[in-house]
């Protein structure tokens, strides 16, 4: 396999890649995988790789959505609402009121 390594792995089935990134992105990519609790840059990027290969569909904007609700739920700046508001909206929905 060109391009591969898999010295230094106690998994014969772990390949080792290279991949080249801009410094900024890889020191968002730091911050991000110590953040979100992973134990390794690695970790986290196997992480990300196997998210996008398993959900391909799931599009930019949908992850800028998710980003905006997040933001908005951390400052403060969205409207929570409880299990029982939520049921009470959905039945209310059905009835045609």
Same mark, same amino acid.
């Given at each position: 396999?060109?391009?591969?390594?898999?010295?230094?792995? !106690?998994?014969?089935?772990?390949?080792?890649?290279?991949?080249?990134?801009?410094? /900024? $992105?890889?020191?968002?990519?730091?911050?991000?995988?110590?953040?979100?609790? $992973?134990? /390794?840059? /690695?970790?986290?990027?196997?992480?990300?790789?196997? !998210?996008?290969?398993?959900?391909?569909? $799931? /599009?930019?904007?949908?992850?800028?959505?998710?980003?905006?609700?997040?933001?908005?739920?951390?400052?403060?700046?969205?409207?929570? $609402?409880?299990?029982?508001?939520?049921?009470?909206?959905? !039945?209310?929905?059905? !009835?045609?009121?």
């Amino acid at each position: 396999m060109s391009g591969t390594d898999t010295t230094n792995s !106690d998994d014969p089935e772990m390949v080792q890649i290279n991949l080249r990134l801009s410094r /900024s $992105f890889l020191e968002d990519i730091d911050e991000t995988w110590k953040e979100e609790g $992973f134990n /390794s840059r /690695s970790e986290f990027l196997r992480y990300v790789a196997r !998210d996008a290969v398993k959900h391909p569909g $799931f /599009s930019r904007e949908g992850w800028k959505q998710i980003a905006t609700v997040e933001h908005e739920r951390r400052t403060g700046e969205s409207e929570s $609402f409880s299990r029982a508001e939520i049921l009470e909206l959905v !039945d209310h929905e059905g !009835d045609g009121e």
